[in-house]
């Protein structure tokens, strides 16, 4: 029962560096998320997925891009790190219909220097 | 805009009853969430309310009032373990979950 699973867990950068935070999900969802969480602030959501090979922008999604190339697999990108997406970084899946609950993975904990 | 209100910290003692306020201002209303997360953990579903009422569920239940816009959740017979933070969450008219900035629980022996 792995659920969600995100990779790495910890990682620091440089400013300008790229990276890629990989989500892994076993439980056939339609739907991804990425979030962010910063102190004091609510979740806010990056991208989404509504099925495999289709992504759209959330809130916050400006120096960031995704891929979902398989259902089971959510990816989000840093091309060029900046110090202000020093984050927590959440993926979430669900089954599709609106009271389906998201599924978190445990977070990845991200700090550019 | 659209905006989510939670107390920002609560405290209350083992055994007692507390209720964790939320209050929301949002484009549509498509049903309201509430996520317990402990410290350094992920968010982990606890309700889902989308009519009004009472929902319960155990020791947890969560109240919704559409026209007030405002829901909470009570929590009975308080437990150490459930120190964490609450998370408020109503899906707009998007279909996007609006999160607020949740409520940090501590537990008192």
């Known amino acids: 029962n792995a659920g969600v699973t995100q990779t790495p867990k910890f990682r620091v950068l440089k400013t300008g560096q790229s990276m890629t935070l990989l989500c892994a999900q076993d439980?056939?969802?339609?739907?991804m998320y990425w979030y962010r969480q910063d102190p004091g602030m609510g979740l806010r959501l990056i991208h989404y997925?509504?099925?495999?090979?289709?992504?759209a922008k959330g809130e916050v999604p400006d120096g960031y891009n995704v891929s979902r190339l398989k259902k089971q697999n959510f990816l989000l990108g840093l091309e060029s790190a900046a110090p202000s997406q020093t984050s927590v970084y959440f993926c979430?899946?669900?089954?599709?219909?609106?009271?389906?609950?998201?599924?978190f993975g445990d977070g990845t904990r991200l700090s550019i220097l | 805009g659209q905006n989510i209100d939670q107390p920002t910290e609560m405290t209350a003692t083992e055994g007692a009853i507390v209720q964790i306020n939320c209050t929301y201002q949002?484009?549509?209303?498509?049903?309201l969430f509430w996520y317990q997360q402990h410290a350094g953990e992920a968010p982990t579903f606890l309700s889902y309310?989308?009519l009004d009422g009472l929902e319960e569920k155990g020791r947890f239940s969560s109240f919704l009032s559409r026209s007030k816009g405002y829901s909470y959740l009570l929590l009975k017979e308080l437990q150490m373990k459930d120190s964490a933070s609450y998370l408020c969450?109503?899906?707009?008219?998007?279909?996007?979950?609006?999160w607020g900035a949740g409520t940090k629980l501590i537990i008192k022996p």
């Open positions: 979430a899946s669900s089954y599709r219909g609106i009271h389906q609950p998201q599924h």
């Open positions: 439980m056939n969802h339609e739907y």
């Open positions: 997925s509504v099925g495999e090979g289709t992504t």
């Open positions: 949002t484009s549509g209303f498509n049903g």
């Open positions: 309310n989308v």
């Open positions: 969450a109503v899906m707009d008219s998007n279909y996007q979950l609006i």
